[in-house]
């Protein structure tokens, strides 16, 4: 019996045949690739049922897959700027509203709506993290419903500190304000379709 070298032995082909997509754990779509053999090698069904956040960018070479990082250790070199993430929106967010507590004057007043406002206007980002890693739908709905309504109340601090001009003109109030009504309806868009999920 002639003996084969690592090397000459072969795996098995895999052409990705269709993506479908299945309902999710909490009512999100999830892709499932299915594959289909070629010519003799066996069947091998690829199911890929992860979150957004850890979806990565493969892209096929002469050598086989390859995954693209970034020097930052994010995934996807190809990503398009433009391209919407909650995630990095709510992280901006959070960074213009601790630049804007500490434009604040150090006054009884300020220092109030400073640690107010810092603390609701913080919270979505880390509560966010919350919803991702939630273990049940309920427990999803539930922490969804927490972002929104700590959004809630940083607009209504926000628009507390455009109001008083003794606090003259804190940094990215505008900036903030703007992006908070677009969060804001972000969330209650998404709180509404998990509610309809759930029924």
């Not at 049922?49 to 994010?74: C, F, M, Q, Y």
Request: glycine residues 6%.
């Amino acid at each position: 019996m002639k003996k084969t070298s690592n090397a000459q032995r072969r795996t098995p082909n895999i052409e990705l045949r269709s993506v479908r997509e299945d309902e999710g754990p909490y009512g999100s779509k999830r892709k499932t690739l299915n594959a289909r053999p070629i010519k003799g090698n066996p069947v091998v069904i690829l199911k890929m049922k992860t979150p957004n956040a850890h979806r990565l960018n493969i892209e096929r070479t002469a050598d086989g897959l390859r995954v693209t990082e970034l020097p930052d250790s994010s995934y996807d070199a190809s990503r398009n700027p433009r391209q919407y993430d909650l995630e990095d929106r709510l992280l901006e967010f959070a960074v213009n509203i601790v630049e804007l507590t500490e434009s604040l004057p150090s006054t009884r007043s300020g220092n109030h709506i400073a640690g107010q406002l810092l603390r609701c206007g913080t919270s979505p980002l880390s509560n966010h993290g919350e919803v991702e890693a939630a273990e049940s739908r309920k427990d999803f709905l539930h922490k969804l419903r927490i972002c929104l309504k700590e959004l809630r109340e940083a607009k209504r601090w926000l628009r507390l500190v455009g109001r008083l001009k003794r606090l003259g003109q804190p940094a990215n109030l505008t900036v903030s304000l703007n992006e908070i009504e677009e969060l804001i309806r972000i969330f209650a868009a998404s709180v509404k379709t998990a509610e309809r999920n759930a029924k």
